[in-house]
């Protein structure tokens, strides 16, 4: 009996590592996916990767927002050092330094009712059904598929 009880203690302890792991892993994933939206975004200025940006900071934890600020706020930082270097890229970074101040303040806002989550991915779904399944599967892989040559 005590061996069964060992047994049985030792497959849930590893069930539960392999809960753990598996979560950490696409926490991992979904900062990736937020990493490239906002790449896509600073370079294009395409809506679809804003969108992105949002609702993968909404789906994501606390502690990982916080890390997305900074991100993004670092992604800002250093396209205006480039632009004081590169006078005809100036609009387009002062454009993408209004836009993610916006950003930031939005996802810094509060923590977001699983119907505010809900609404962000019907609206991701309207604006890119492609960027949604992306993200509901963890994959950041998506942005370099549709802007390879962003991504060399």
Same mark, same amino acid.
């Given at each position: 009996?005590?061996? &069964?009880?060992?047994?049985?203690? @030792?497959? &849930? +302890?590893? %069930? =539960?590592?392999? =809960? ?6 696409? @926490?991992?994933?979904?900062? *990736? ?10 370079? !294009?200025?395409?809506? /679809?990767?804003? #969108? @992105?940006?949002? !609702?993968? @900071? ?13 991100? +993004?706020?670092?992604?800002?930082? /250093? ?14 970074? *002062? !454009?993408?330094?209004?836009?993610? !101040? /916006? &950003?930031?303040?939005?996802?810094? %806002? ?5 119907? /505010? ?6 609206? +991701? ?6 960027? +949604? #399944?992306? &993200?509901?599967?963890? *994959?950041?892989?998506? =942005? ?6 962003? =991504?060399?």
């Amino acid at each position: 009996m005590n061996i &069964l009880i060992n047994i049985i203690g @030792a497959a &849930l +302890l590893g %069930l =539960f590592a392999v =809960f753990i792991i598996r979560g950490k892993s696409q @926490a991992k994933r979904i900062n *990736d996916y937020f990493c490239n939206a906002v790449r896509v975004y600073a370079l !294009t200025n395409e809506e /679809d990767a804003r #969108i @992105a940006i949002l !609702t993968a @900071a909404k789906v994501a934890a606390k502690k990982q927002r916080g890390s997305m600020v900074k991100y +993004l706020q670092s992604m800002a930082s /250093d396209m205006e050092k480039v632009s004081k270097e590169k006078a005809e890229i100036k609009s387009h970074v *002062d !454009t993408f330094i209004k836009s993610s !101040t /916006d &950003l930031v303040e939005e996802i810094s %806002l509060r923590e977001w009712s699983i119907s /505010d989550i809900i609404n962000q991915k019907k609206e +991701l779904e309207n604006i890119n059904p492609q960027y +949604l #399944i992306a &993200l509901e599967k963890a *994959d950041p892989r998506i =942005f370099a598929q549709k802007h390879p040559e962003l =991504f060399k």
